[in-house]
């Protein structure tokens, strides 16, 4: 039997540690990407009052209800009514009021004759008119009053996240600010005497460090605060003094130095509970991804210590790490979307081991997209640049000996 834990098993111990970081009331425009704790309630009827779909005329629909080119109806203009205008002037038989889209329909008008449907159209409205087509109804080209949501409807549930739509949604209810999860604050480490800032002269040994700038960017896109990221050599004194430094953060994410090497600087520092806190470190049944540390830090900051290689930090970070960040948030869905696509290729698959192969869809059949594996390399987990092709992950079962083409895979969406 295997020693290795299921993602499933990591996973639970890992929601089962989060707590919520408390709510935070903001404005519209600053709780953009942030999620809502507390349920949007409509503080006008949507719309607010009954108004016109189209650009014409407001009508009484039994002079025009016999309207046609053949005969057309005659009316006499008596107003002209601009969005914006809270004049209601009384429209009587054989009378139009010419309006424009978004304005109020006077009390006495049941429809509207958009312009197409006379003989002069807009160049000859403020007079007498000729209707020449009928309108479908009474209510023909009128948007009622409250017909999207009333005053005190929901508008958005509590677990939201505040895109551009929903903050316009909000918006057009007349809500004006809104109860939201304070963002988690995050700070990211990488580890690694190897690693130098991109853009140095390398010298041989050293590659440049590119793990943060992943975490960071996958950091902020869950709405969480990064409040700081920053990369440490191999030198245990150097990571516990960061560590002690930052206490504020709730959430602490390092690459690196968590496997079963000679200098394994998280594993030195946080591998018993006297140092740090209390964090576990486990293998987990992935490919990539499977040493894997978490816990909490002394101060109360959860930790987690994922691998060092680019690819299976990033796995790690859709696996774990983004779900803790949702939910942290009281996000109603921690994953991402998935799909079932046909294999355009064949690849191996890791004996055991749940496979996550960064992958790229081919749309060019809409009826029919495939997946394939981003890279010639797959799964690779020191594949940095490879990531760069990479919108999904195809996430293959651990029983799975190997994919063929045309085999059906799960494939995780990416954005």
Known sequence: ????RTVEEHLDDVLAAVVPTGTITL?????????????????????????????????RFADVADASPEA????????????????????????AARIMTGSPVPGDADAIVPFEDTAGGLADSLGVIAVRRAPRGGGAHIRRRGEDLRSGDVVLAAGTELRAHQLAAAAATGVDRVTVARPPRVIVVSTGDELVEPGAELERGQIPESNSTLLAGLVRGTGAELMRATCVSDDPDELRALLADNTEADLVITSGGVSAGAYEVVKQVLGSPEEQGEITFTQVAMQPGKPQAFGRLSNGSLLFGLPGNPVS?????????????????????????????PAAAGWRTPVGR?????????RSDPARWTVRPATPGGSG?????????????????AETEAVAEGDLVDVMLLT
């Open 1 to 4: 039997m295997s020693a290795l």
């Open 27 to 59: 404005s519209l425009a600053a709780a953009a990407g942030l999620t809502l704790t507390e349920p949007v309630r409509a503080r006008v009827d949507v719309p607010v009052f009954d108004n016109s779909a189209m650009d014409g005329f407001a009508v």
């Open 72 to 95: 057309p109806v005659e009316l006499r203009v008596v107003a002209d009514l601009p969005a914006g205008t809270a004049w209601d002037p009384a429209v009587g038989p054989g009378e």
């Open 313 to 341: 930090v990033a796995v790690s970070f859709e696996t774990f790490v983004r779900p803790a960040l949702l939910a942290m948030q009281g996000r109603t869905r921690l994953h991402r979307h998935t799909l079932r696509l």
């Open 354 to 362: 749940r496979q996550y192969l960064p992958a790229s869809i081919d």
């Open 381 to 397: 987990s020191h594949l940095a640049a490879g990531l760069a092709q990479a919108e999904s992950y195809a996430v293959v079962p």
